[in-house]
C-alpha cells in the first residue's frame, strides 16, 4: 500500500511537471509568432511620428508643413470675414424686423382711424367742429434698442427730453449749450455723442450721454463730417427715440436756453418747430400776388408763401406720420445728391399730394419767433428796439452766422449776465 501511494505520488509529480514545461514552451513559441506578426508592438504611434535619430536633414523646415501654414491662415482669415459678415446680416435682420413692426403698427393704427371716422357724426353749431388735427402716439416698442430705452427712462421727464448731436468739432459750442441748459434748471436733456471723446467730454462735465452702437454709415460721418453732415444724421438717429415712445425737442449745438422750452409747447401737432422767419408775415405765412402784365385782366396770381422751419429746433412726437417724416428724410437724403436736411425737411412737411407724389400727412405748428429767436431776428431787429429788448427769449439759435460761438457767447452775456453792450459789435449779417 505504501509502495503504490508513492508511485502514485511521483506519477502526480511528473505530470504537474510536464504540463509546466508544455506551457512554458506554447509561451515561447507564441512569443515568436507575435514578435514577427507585430514588431512594434499592439499599441504604437504612426511609424512617421515616431521618435528618429536628429540628422540634419532632420532640422529642415518641410515645405509642405509651411504649405499647411499658410493654408491654416487663409482660413482663420476667411473664417474671420464670414464672422464679420454674419453680424452685418443679423444687423440688417433686426432692421427689417424693426420696418415689419412698425408697418404692423402702421396698418393697426390706420384700421383704429378708419373706424373711428367711419362712424357718422352731425355736424355741431357753426363755429363749433374742428377737424382731428392730433395723432395719436404709437405702441412704445423696447425691444428696439434696450440700452437707450433704460438711459430715457432715467433721463427723461414725462416722456420728453431735448437731444443734442455733436462731434468733436463742435466741443466749444457745446459746452455754452449745456451750461446754459444747466443754468435754467433743464435736466431732461441728452447728448448723442458721435465719437469718443465727445463721450468723455461730457461725462467729465456731468452731462447725460448715449453713444450709439457702431454703424459704419454714421460712424464715418460722424467723426469727421462738419455742421451740415452731422445735421443730416439727426434724422436717422432720432426715429429710434420716437420709436421707443419719446417725444424729442432737437436742437442743434448753436442754441443758447435762457427759459425752460417745454414750458412753451402746445403739443396739438405732429411736429412743432421754430422758423426762420424774421417777422408775422415770414414767419407764419402771407399772401404773395404775383404780377404778370402780360396777362391783362389776369395779371395778378396769388401764391402762398411761409418762411421755412428750421430743422436744427423743432419738437417732435412719437405719432406715425413723424416716424414716416425721418424716414422720407433719412432716405432723400442719403440717395439724392446735395440734397440739404432742412430744405428737404419742408418739403415733405409742406408739399400737398399731386400726381406722381403721396403727401405727407402730418400736421404743424410753428413756434412763436420772437420767443423761440433765430439771429437774424436779433441782431437785426430786437437789439434796436428798446421795448423787444426787455424781452426774454426762450432761445435764440445762431443759425444766420457763420460766427457762431462769440455771438453765442454775446447772448448770454446780453441776457445772463446783464451786460446791456454784449451785441453792438457784431454786424446785422455776416462779413
Known amino acids: 500500500m505504501a509502495l503504490g501511494r508513492s508511485r502514485e505520488k511521483s506519477g502526480q509529480s511528473s505530470f504537474r511537471g510536464s504540463r509546466i514545461a508544455a506551457a512554458i514552451v506554447i509561451g515561447v513559441i507564441a512569443g515568436c509568432v507575435f514578435a514577427f506578426l507585430f514588431p512594434h508592438g ?62 404692423e403698427q402702421v396698418k ?43 438711459i430715457l427712462s432715467e433721463v427723461s421727464v414725462r416722456k420728453e427730453l431735448i437731444v443734442c448731436v455733436a462731434n468733436s468739432n463742435v466741443k466749444s459750442m457745446l459746452e455754452v449749450w449745456f451750461t446754459n441748459i444747466k443754468k435754467v434748471g433743464i435736466s431732461n436733456y441728452l447728448v448723442v455723442a458721435l465719437d469718443d471723446a465727445i463721450v468723455d467730454f461730457c461725462k467729465s462735465n456731468d452731462v447725460p450721454v448715449y453713444q450709439r452702437d457702431p454703424d459704419k454709415g454714421i460712424d464715418s460721418i460722424g467723426k469727421t463730417g462738419g455742421n451740415h453732415a452731422v445735421s443730416a444724421l439727426k434724422f436717422k438717429i432720432l426715429r429710434e427715440f420716437l420709436q421707443l415712445g419719446y417725444s424729442v425737442l432737437l436742437s442743434d449745438v448753436d442754441i443758447v436756453f435762457l427759459q425752460n422750452p417745454f414750458e412753451h409747447l402746445y403739443r396739438d401737432s405732429d411736429v412743432e418747430s421754430m422758423s426762420d422767419g424774421h417777422n408775422n408775415m415770414t ?38 406720420p413723424s416716424i414716416e417724416l425721418l424716414d422720407r428724410i433719412a432716405y432723400r437724403v442719403g440717395t439724392e445728391a446735395n440734397a440739404w436736411d432742412q430744405a428737404v425737411f ?57 460766427d457762431k460761438l462769440p455771438r453765442m457767447k454775446a447772448v448770454v452775456e446780453f441776457y445772463v449776465d446783464g451786460k446791456e453792450d454784449a451785441l453792438e459789435s457784431f454786424p446785422d449779417g455776416s462779413e
Not at 378708419?114 to 404709437?138: C, D, Q, W, Y
Not at 437785426?380 to 426787455?390: I, M, Q, S
Request: hydrophobic residues 35%.
Open 42 to 103: 499592439f499599441f504604437f504611434a504612426n511609424p512617421s511620428t515616431q521618435t528618429r535619430p536628429l540628422t540634419n536633414s532632420n532640422l529642415e523646415v518641410d515645405p509642405a508643413s509651411c504649405e499647411s501654414s499658410e493654408k491654416i491662415d487663409r482660413i482663420k482669415s476667411d473664417i474671420m470675414k464670414l464672422s464679420d459678415k454674419n453680424v452685418e446680416l443679423k444687423r440688417q435682420v433686426r432692421e427689417l424686423n424693426e420696418k415689419l413692426r412698425l408697418a
Open 108 to 150: 393697426g393704427h390706420a384700421r383704429e382711424q378708419v373706424m373711428t371716422l367711419s362712424e357718422p357724426h352731425k355736424a355741431g353749431p357753426f363755429g363749433t367742429v374742428k377737424g382731428l388735427r392730433t395723432n395719436p402716439t404709437i405702441l412704445p416698442d423696447e425691444t428696439v434698442n434696450p440700452r437707450l430705452a433704460k
Open 283 to 320: 414767419a407764419y405765412g402771407y399772401n404773395d400776388v404775383f404780377d404778370e402784365p402780360a396777362m391783362g385782366w389776369a395779371r395778378y396770381a396769388h401764391t402762398m408763401r411761409i418762411w421755412v422751419y428750421n430743422s436744427g429746433f423743432f419738437y417732435i412726437r412719437p405719432t406715425v
Open 346 to 402: 419742408n418739403e415733405e412737411l409742406f408739399f400737398p399730394s399731386h400726381p406722381g407724389y403721396v403727401g405727407l400727412y402730418a400736421s404743424k405748428r410753428t413756434m412763436d419767433f420772437y420767443m423761440f429767436m433765430n439771429s437774424k431776428v436779433l441782431f437785426k431787429t430786437v437789439r434796436k428796439d428798446a421795448n423787444l429788448r426787455k424781452l426774454k427769449p426762450v432761445i435764440v439759435h445762431v443759425n444766420y452766422h457763420p
